[in-house]
């Protein structure tokens, strides 16, 4: 179950209080009721769940939690982290020492900044309620000096939920992949992970029924899954009971690393926002996890329109398989993104990019998976003054799109543009940033017209030579949810 519903359920519940009893009214097509519209309300309650940043010791990990002021939200709530501690299912009821929280939120319209070190710092909960709740977002950044996956990572802390997809992990001799599932319930999760290669789904015994304890983070690495060694694969999560998070940390010997975070519902259209104008390698895979081939038109939506990549004009994606293709500096010095469609019928698939920036030993690896739409309002927390990149894709009609940044962690005014994003384009925009910054400031993303718009951000910042980034893509950051209208009913009392 996801976030929209549970916050559908609680704000059904408060009518419900205010009310007495009240049952939702099914609109009838014949009657009043069709004309109803639903409430929008703010969310009561977010939760978020970061996982566990590194195992090296010369890791440097800073969290930013944010929460946009939302019109309607009160004034009351509260929003913290905490470290991950396993529980078992007899100790629920057992009196318990509330651990120290690592982060807490000031106010909304505010970002929090909180730092950690080392390879020991454990997985973190997090929970806002009241006006904390509506488009909260927590983001963990750690920048690695040397070693496997060193440069910079970069990861959403996300939202509980029961299905992931990750195309692009790997278990190549040279790559050191976890899938880090996180569950911040008081009982535990029974989670499959499987795996699909080149040739269809790969034999992983163990990654079938992990138990995943209350309140804690199981980093599972994928080589002791399968004896496998293969370069391109995905991952599928599936909660049988209970509900997780989920993201894949892709770490190489040579290439750096990033996290890797889930792809957009299987789908027969995809969009990839934000593939950096200097990208010197871009790689795609895909995966349809049902039991038709998927046959898919590239494109690369660029600053002057549309374009069709010479030499990958069309994928062919085998159902129950990974595909990849390497499309090389696809860019060529532009800011593009890249957009699927079906070439004739519509087959669901998930696919995400492999961006590599540098040459020979200063290269450094990130990730984009498929995204979903910013919808009502995206946001986007440790931004920078000189390091930070947003992107903005309209793929189908134009849109006008108004960008606000936050004041800073340590002070600062906010500061707003807009911008109309031409139909088939992706740009990079000159976002606002807080007169008087101190510290770090979140970017909120609000489509005011127009088409879909879909969006990502680049974080960057040298390390020991090497260019490290990280990107990720803004999607609705749920702080609203439409409540059905409800009457007063008591005749269900009779029944």
Not at 73 to 82: C, H, P, T, V
Not at 172 to 187: E, G, I, M, Q
Not at 221 to 230: D, E, G, I, N, V
Not at 344 to 372: N, W, Y
Request: aromatic share 4%; net charge negative; charged share 20%.
């Amino acid at each position: 179950m996801n976030r929209t519903t549970l916050s559908l359920i609680a704000g059904t519940a408060a009518l419900a209080a205010i009310t007495g009893f009240a049952v939702l009214d099914t609109p009838d097509a014949a009657g009043s009721n069709a004309a109803r519209t639903a409430a929008e309300l703010p969310v009561e309650r977010t939760s978020l769940l970061c996982p566990t940043p590194s195992l090296s010791d010369l890791a440097e990990t800073s969290y930013t939690s944010f929460t946009p002021v939302t019109k309607g939200a009160g004034s009351d709530g509260k929003g913290e982290l905490q470290p991950a501690a396993g529980q078992s299912a007899d100790d629920k009821g057992a009196s318990k020492k509330k651990a120290k929280p690592v982060l807490t939120q000031k106010a909304p319209g505010t970002p929090v900044t909180g730092d950690v070190s080392g390879g020991d710092s454990p997985a973190l909960l997090g929970t806002a309620e009241g006006s904390y709740a509506p488009g909260w977002t927590l983001q963990e950044t750690t920048e690695v000096a040397a070693g496997t996956g060193r440069g910079l990572q970069g990861v959403n802390c996300t939202a509980p939920d029961t299905e992931f997809w990750f195309p692009g992990a790997s278990t190549a001799a040279d790559r050191t992949d976890y899938v880090h599932l996180t569950n911040p319930d008081d009982s535990a999760a029974v989670v499959d992970v499987e795996l699909y290669g080149k040739d269809g789904a790969l034999q992983t015994t163990v990654g079938e029924g992990i138990t995943v304890q209350p309140h804690s983070s199981d980093p599972v690495l994928l080589s002791t899954l399968t004896a496998a060694k293969q370069e391109n694969l995905t991952v599928h999560v599936n909660v049988r009971s209970g509900r997780v998070a989920a993201s894949v940390q892709a770490l190489d010997d040579r290439l750096g690393g990033d996290w890797l975070a889930a792809a957009t519902d299987p789908a027969g259209g995809l969009v990839l926002p934000g593939i950096p104008k200097d990208a010197t390698a871009v790689r795609l895979i895909a995966f349809t996890p049902g039991d038709s081939d998927a046959d898919l038109k590239v494109r690369l939506a660029s600053p002057t329109g549309s374009i069709t990549p010479a030499g990958n004009e069309t994928l062919h994606v085998k159902a129950g398989m990974t595909t990849a293709v390497d499309l090389g500096d696809v860019t060529r010095g532009e800011a593009g993104s890249l957009i699927l469609t079906p070439t004739d019928q519509s087959v669901p698939v998930v696919a995400a990019l492999r961006i590599v920036r540098g040459k020979g030993d200063k290269q450094e690896t990130a990730f984009i998976p498929a995204a979903a739409a910013v919808g009502r309002r995206a946001t986007s927390a440790d931004n920078s003054s000189k390091g930070t990149t947003l992107a903005l894709t309209a793929p189908g009609r134009a849109a006008k799109v108004k960008v606000t940044a936050s004041a800073g962690s340590d002070g600062g005014t906010p500061a707003s543009k807009t911008f109309t994003i031409k139909a088939g384009t992706a740009q990079n925009v000159e976002a606002p940033v807080p007169s008087g910054l101190k510290g770090t400031y979140a970017l909120t993303v609000e489509p005011l017209s127009g088409g879909p718009v879909y969006a990502a951000r680049t974080l960057a910042a040298a390390e020991g030579g090497v260019s490290g980034f990280t990107i990720q893509t803004l999607a609705d950051d749920r702080g609203m949810v439409s409540v059905p209208e409800a009457d007063e009913d008591l005749s269900v009392l009779q029944k």
